[in-house]
């Protein structure tokens, strides 16, 4: 449903200090690649990154910057927004109730393409992050649930479609005889 195809400079990343520390591409070759279809949950690998400098130019440097404005001889990245969208992103991957704010998408372009049998709805991102707010929104209507585990504390799936029930509190039946036991040797 999401078509997206996005690029790594492949020289790498630097941060760039100052009152308004940024992230911006060396200038190397671009390289194209396609995040979503190689890491199927990327908005979780990016709601719990290290919310830190260093944490931040960690994952530019596996997936790419975020907009165009972390491409090489743009303005570059800014740190503390970059900080606060993971932020963001991990407060929705948690359990949270109530209202939340929503979450603009910049240039979202949605098509209806012809298949061979049916026609489908496409959506296509043009950055990283617009990508990631719309994988993650796809993931929470699709009526799984994302849990975190309250072994681990990873957040997890649970719901129709996956191998969790819906009311789930363990990732996985090894974390869930792991915390047992250890709760009934204290």
Known sequence: MIEFTWHRDEKGYNLIPGSSPRIVGKGGSQKLYRPLDE??????????????????????????P???????GGKGEKLSTVIDWAK??????????????????????????NGRDV??????????????WLQLGQELSGGTIIQ???????PFRAGPG???????????DEHRIEFNSLKRSR
């Open 88 to 113: 963001l992103m991990e407060s929705r991957l948690q359990k949270v109730k109530g209202r939340q704010e929503d979450i603009p998408l910049n240039r979202l372009q949605a098509h209806l393409v």
């Open 162 to 172: 996956t191998s969790r029930r819906a009311d789930a509190i363990f990732c996985c």
């Open 119 to 132: 026609a489908r709805l496409e959506f296509r991102p043009s950055t990283l992050i617009d990508a990631l």
């Open 148 to 154: 975190r585990c309250i072994h681990c504390h990873r």
């Open 66 to 72: 975020l907009t165009h404005d972390g491409e090489a």
């Open 39 to 64: 890491f199927p949950t990327l908005f979780k690998a990016f709601g719990n990154i290290q919310k830190t400098p260093g944490g931040v130019l960690d994952f530019f440097e596996i997936f790419g």
